[in-house]
C-alpha cells in the first residue's frame, strides 16, 4: 500500500463521523429546528459505543448502543424545545454541556481500557485493486453506511412525500400545520434521526478512528458538523464534500508535524478550526445566498393552536 | 396523555420569580434520584453536596474563589444574551485575558510595583476583548454565524496557551515542567482575608463588575437599547439603534470581563500561567447567566450555586467516593430545569388526557 493510498484511506475515517453528524444535522434544521446539542449527542454514542462494545465484545452491539444513545438523548433536546417550546440555542447548549459531562463520568472507569475496534470489511479481489482497492472495498462498516446515508438522505428529502412534507415543517410551519401536517412529529422524529446520526458518529469514533475512550474525545467534531450544514447550504452532498475538505485538512496537518517542519505543533492542531471559521466566513458573506438556503422557520418556536 | 401549553395573556411575575428556584428544586430531586441509582443514601449524599462545603471557613473562601469568574463571565454574557448576540467563547476569551495579563509578570519581572496590578488587570481585560472582537466583527462584517465562530476560538485559545507555556514563556528553572515562573508578589491579587483563607479580590471585581451592569442595564440609554434590540430587532431598528454597533458593544464588554476573570484567576488563584487555567469556567458562565436570569444581581446568587456545585462535587469525591466529575452533570441538569421552568412564564401548562379532550369536544 503506497503512501498517497494511505492518506486518503486516513483522510476518510477522519471525514466519515463529521459527515454522519452533519447529515444528521441537515436534516434536524431542514425541519426548521437548530440543535446546538450535536456534540453532547456524539460524545455520549462515543460513550455507550465504547462500553457496549467493551463489555460484550462485539463492536456491533456497540455501534447500535450508541445509536440508540443518541436517539435517546436528542429526546431530551426535543422535549424542551418542541413541547415546551424552550429557546433552541440554549436548550442544545444545554445538551451539550450534559451531554460532555455525563460521558466523562459514565467513562471514567473506561479510560486506559483497551477498545474493541470494528473489524474493515474486505472484499476478495476488489479490495485488491491498486490505489482504489482498499479505498472503496476495504474500509471499515461505518464509512459504507456514511456513504449510504448521504444517498439516502438526498432520496429522501428531494424525491418522497415525507421529505417534501419535512421540507415544508422547516420552511414554513404555519402553513404546514393549516394544511393539516402533525408539525411537532414530523420535528420529533428529525430530531431523533439526528440524535441517532450524531451517537453513530460517536462510535466510529471511539470504534474505529481511535479505539478508546478518551474523554471529550470529540473534540469540537459536533460543533465543526453544525458548520459543514451551514458550509454545505443545507444540501446533502456538499456535506459530503465539506466533511472530506475537513477530513483532509485535519489529516493534512497531523503529517506536517510528523515531518516536523518546524512550525509548533499547537499551530497546527488548530488550522482545523480556523479553517471551520474561514470557510464560514467565505459562505456568509453572501448574505443573498444564505438567505435563499437557509430552512425559514429554522430555531423559531411554534406552539400549534388549535 | 398529552402536554399543551396555553399562552398566558400577559407573563407570569410570579413564575418569572419563582423559576429559578423551582428549577433548583427538581435539581435536587433529580440528584437524589441519581444518588439512589448509584447505590448512595440520596439524603447524605446531597449534605455532602450541598451543605458539608458551607460548614468551614475555608471552603467560603474556596466558594468565592470559584463563584468570582463565573459571576464575572455570566455578567458579561447577560449583555450578550439579552442583546441576541450567542457568545459562547467566554472560555477562549478568559484564556487570553489570562495570557495578556500575564505579560508584565512574566516577560517583565523586574517591573514591581504598585503598578502592576492595574496594568495587568487592563491588559487582561483588553485581551479577552481583543479575542471577542473577531467574532463580534466576523458577525457585524461577514453575517457569520457568531456561535461556530466564537466557539471555533476556543479551541484555537485552548492549544495557544499550550504552545505558549510550553514554548516561549516556560520557566527556565522549573525541571520543563509546563509553567511559567511564579508570578512576584506586586503581581498576586491580594486575598480579602489574608488570615482565614484564600479568596481573593477577584470576588470584590466580579461584584462590583455585576452593579455597574446591572445599572446600565436598568438605568442607561444603552441598557434600553440591548433590551429593545434583543427583543424585536425591528422595533430597534425604528427607534434608530443600530444592531451592528451594539453586537460590538455586546462582545466588548463580555470579552473584557472574560479576560478580566482570566487574569484574576491566573493572578489571585494560581499565581503563574499553566497548560490549563479554568476547568471550564467560560462554559458554566452560561449556565450561571441563565439561572439568574440573565439579571446581574441574579446573576451573583446563581454564581454562588454553581461555585457550590463544584466544591460539593470534591466533597462528594473524598467522602462518598462518587466521581467529581457528577458536578458537571448537576451543572448540566440545572440548565435544563431552568430552560424548562421559564416556559412557565409564558404558558401554562395543561394536561389532556383522552377523557378531558373528549369532554372538551362534546362541550
Not at chain 2, 411575575?13 to 427538581?26: E, G, N, Q, T
Not at chain 2, 503581581?187 to 461584584?207: E, K, M, Q, T, Y
Not at chain 2, 445599572?215 to 439603534?241: N, P, Y
Request: hydrophobic residues 55%; contains cysteine.
Amino acid at each position: 500500500m503506497g503512501m498517497f493510498e494511505a492518506i486518503l484511506l486516513t483522510v476518510a475515517t477522519a471525514a466519515t463521523p463529521l459527515l454522519i453528524a452533519a447529515m444528521g444535522e441537515l436534516v434536524v434544521e431542514r425541519s426548521g429546528v437548530l440543535n446546538l446539542g450535536v456534540e453532547g449527542m456524539m460524545i455520549m454514542g462515543a460513550v455507550a459505543g465504547f462500553g457496549v462494545a467493551q463489555m460484550t465484545g462485539s463492536a456491533w452491539l456497540g455501534m447500535l448502543a450508541a445509536i440508540l444513545a443518541g436517539a435517546a438523548f436528542s429526546l431530551l433536546f426535543g422535549f424542551l424545545t418542541l413541547t415546551l417550546v424552550t429557546n433552541q440555542v440554549a436548550t442544545g447548549l444545554a445538551l451539550t454541556l450534559l451531554g460532555l459531562g455525563a460521558s466523562a463520568m459514565i467513562g471514567e472507569s473506561f479510560v486506559g481500557l483497551p477498545g474493541v475496534r470494528m473489524q474493515s470489511l474486505n472484499i476478495p479481489f476488489l479490495s485488491d485493486l491498486p490505489v482504489v482497492g482498499k479505498l472503496l472495498f476495504g474500509q471499515d462498516p461505518i464509512f459504507y453506511i456514511s456513504i449510504l446515508l448521504t444517498i439516502g438522505v438526498t432520496w429522501f428529502l428531494f424525491r418522497t412525500r415525507a421529505g417534501l412534507t419535512l421540507r415544508a415543517v422547516g420552511d414554513n410551519h404555519t402553513s404546514a400545520h393549516a394544511l393539516g401536517v402533525r408539525v411537532v412529529r414530523v420535528r420529533y422524529l428529525a430530531v431523533m434521526f439526528g440524535g441517532a446520526c450524531a451517537g453513530l458518529a460517536g462510535a466510529q469514533l471511539s470504534l474505529v478512528y481511535v479505539p478508546q475512550w478518551v474523554e471529550n474525545m470529540t473534540s469540537g467534531r459536533g460543533w465543526i458538523a453544525l458548520a459543514l450544514v451551514v458550509f454545505a447550504s443545507w444540501r446533502p452532498w456538499r456535506i459530503l464534500a465539506g466533511a472530506y475538505l475537513f477530513g483532509a485538512v485535519t489529516i493534512g496537518q497531523l503529517h506536517a508535524q510528523a515531518l516536523g517542519i518546524g512550525i509548533p505543533s499547537q499551530f497546527m492542531s488548530s488550522l482545523p478550526y480556523l479553517a471551520t471559521i474561514i470557510v464560514l466566513v467565505l459562505i456568509s458573506r453572501n448574505k443573498r445566498l444564505t438567505l435563499m438556503n437557509t430552512p425559514t422557520s429554522l430555531g423559531k418556536p411554534f406552539v400549534p393552536d388549535r | 396523555m398529552r402536554v399543551e401549553l396555553v399562552k398566558r395573556p400577559q407573563h407570569s411575575a410570579l413564575f418569572s420569580a419563582l423559576s429559578p428556584f423551582i428549577a433548583l428544586f427538581l435539581t435536587l430531586i433529580a440528584g437524589a434520584i441519581l444518588f439512589s441509582i448509584l447505590g448512595k443514601n440520596p439524603v447524605s449524599a446531597l449534605y455532602y453536596y450541598f451543605v458539608e462545603p458551607l460548614t468551614e471557613v475555608w471552603s467560603w473562601h474556596e466558594l468565592l474563589v470559584k463563584a468570582a469568574p463565573l459571576i464575572l463571565i455570566a455578567v458579561g454574557l447577560s449583555v450578550c444574551f439579552l442583546s441576541n448576540n450567542w457568545n459562547i467563547g467566554a472560555e477562549g476569551q478568559l484564556i487570553m485575558g489570562g495570557i495578556a495579563g500575564s505579560i508584565l509578570p512574566v516577560v517583565f519581572p523586574d517591573f514591581q510595583g504598585w503598578y502592576v496590578l492595574p496594568v495587568m488587570l487592563l491588559l487582561g481585560m483588553a485581551g479577552g476583548m481583543a479575542y471577542a472582537t473577531i467574532p463580534a466583527f466576523l458577525k457585524v462584517r461577514f453575517n457569520t454565524n457568531e456561535i461556530l465562530t466564537s466557539l471555533m476560538l476556543v479551541y484555537v485559545a485552548q492549544l495557544f496557551l499550550d504552545w505558549i507555556v510550553r514554548g516561549p514563556w516556560r520557566n527556565p528553572q522549573g525541571f520543563n515542567f509546563p509553567e511559567t515562573v511564579q508570578f512576584n508578589d506586586s503581581a498576586i491579587l491580594p486575598a480579602i482575608w489574608a488570615d482565614s483563607g484564600r479568596a481573593h479580590w477577584g470576588f470584590i471585581l466580579a461584584v462590583v463588575a455585576a452593579l455597574l451592569v446591572w445599572f446600565m442595564l436598568s438605568r442607561t440609554l444603552s441598557g434600553f437599547e440591548v433590551k429593545v434590540l434583543g427583543r424585536s430587532a425591528r422595533a430597534g431598528r425604528f427607534a434608530g439603534f443600530s444592531a451592528g454597533r451594539l453586537t460590538f458593544f455586546a462582545f466588548l464588554v463580555s470579552g473584557a470581563l472574560a479576560g478580566l476573570a482570566g487574569i484574576a484567576e491566573v493572578s489571585g488563584a494560581v499565581g503563574q500561567l499553566r497548560t490549563s487555567i479554568s476547568p471550564g469556567y467560560g462554559f458554566t458562565a452560561i449556565i450561571v447567566a441563565f439561572l439568574g436570569r440573565l439579571n446581574p444581581l441574579g446573576i451573583v446568587a446563581a454564581g454562588l450555586v454553581l461555585a457550590l456545585s463544584y466544591l460539593g462535587g470534591e466533597a462528594a469525591q473524598v467522602s462518598l467516593g462518587i466521581s467529581e466529575k457528577s458536578a458537571r452533570i448537576f451543572q448540566g441538569i440545572i440548565l435544563f430545569f431552568v430552560l424548562a421552568s421559564d416556559t412557565l412564564i409564558y404558558y401554562r401548562i395543561r394536561f389532556v388526557t383522552r377523557h378531558s379532550d373528549a369532554a372538551a369536544k362534546g362541550a
